[in-house]
């Protein structure tokens, strides 16, 4: 397909946000690692960010900002490319995609569905009652945001639930790296393989990161 101006301004829009979103969930790892510091590790970092007030609404909007655009854009690229791919170019396409890469469309959607789960369930508090029931503050009067994930991790589904969603991003980071790096020209042919290599490497590091949390806790060994 040819590219015309606007869907190269569109893609480029794709490759910027996604690289913001990238960096938020390489924070977010880093800082949801504190859980292993135990409860005064994560409860007093959670403390910190809640006491910025409303420079963490303004990073919600943003947040929210990105994902509608990348989300936005991927959906209409997606729509217009298989629209205008012939049916002989489109099998020849498909032999040379990777399967991440002719699913980043499903991923990304199963994310979304992931992001509204985990907003409901760690941010919201609504899907564990027993937790919302229980005082839920921890010895010194900070959210005991150790406890609520600790037991949260403690039920099976939940912890199944997790592992599936982070391989689905792995999946999507997969081709996402590379894909945002060759948008913004910082990947040629010479160098694809290389880039490809680091971006499956990190997007395996954060998998093996964000995974460890749920399987750490379930297992006993990240325990209240
Ligand atoms: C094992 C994996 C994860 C754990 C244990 C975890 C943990 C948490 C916790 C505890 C909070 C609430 C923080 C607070 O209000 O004090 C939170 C919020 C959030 N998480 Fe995660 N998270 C995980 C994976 C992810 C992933 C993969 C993404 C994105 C793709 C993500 C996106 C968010 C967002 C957008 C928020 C809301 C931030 C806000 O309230 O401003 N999380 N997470």
Wanted: glycine residues 8%; proline residues 3%.
């Amino acid at each position: 397909m040819q590219l015309t101006e606007n869907s190269v301004g569109r893609k480029l829009l794709m490759a910027v946000t996604g690289a913001l979103l990238l960096g938020f969930v390489i924070v977010h790892l880093l800082g949801n690692s504190s859980v292993f510091l135990g409860p005064d590790g994560i409860n007093s970092y959670a403390e910190n960010l809640h006491n910025l007030g409303p420079i963490v609404w303004v990073f919600r909007l943003v947040m929210l900002g990105l994902i509608v655009v990348h989300i936005w854009f991927g959906v209409s690229l997606t729509l217009e490319n298989s629209a205008a791919t012939p049916i002989g170019y489109a099998s020849q396409e498909y032999r040379r995609a990777t399967f991440s890469s002719r699913t980043m469309i499903y991923t990304g959607l199963a994310l979304l569905a992931f992001i509204i789960y985990h907003l409901l369930h760690f941010t919201v508090q609504i899907t564990d009652v027993e937790f919302a029931a229980r005082q839920n503050m921890d010895a010194i009067n900070r959210p005991d945001v150790f406890g609520m994930v600790v037991n949260g991790f403690k039920q099976t589904f939940t912890t199944v639930l997790y592992v599936v969603a982070m391989i689905v991003l792995f999946l999507h980071l997969s081709h996402g790296v590379q894909s945002i790096l060759q948008t913004v020209g910082l990947s040629n042919d010479k160098s694809l393989p290389v880039v490809t290599l680091a971006g499956k490497g990190l997007a395996f590091v954060l998998l093996l990161g964000y995974i460890s949390i749920p399987i750490l806790i379930i297992a006993g060994i990240v325990k209240i």
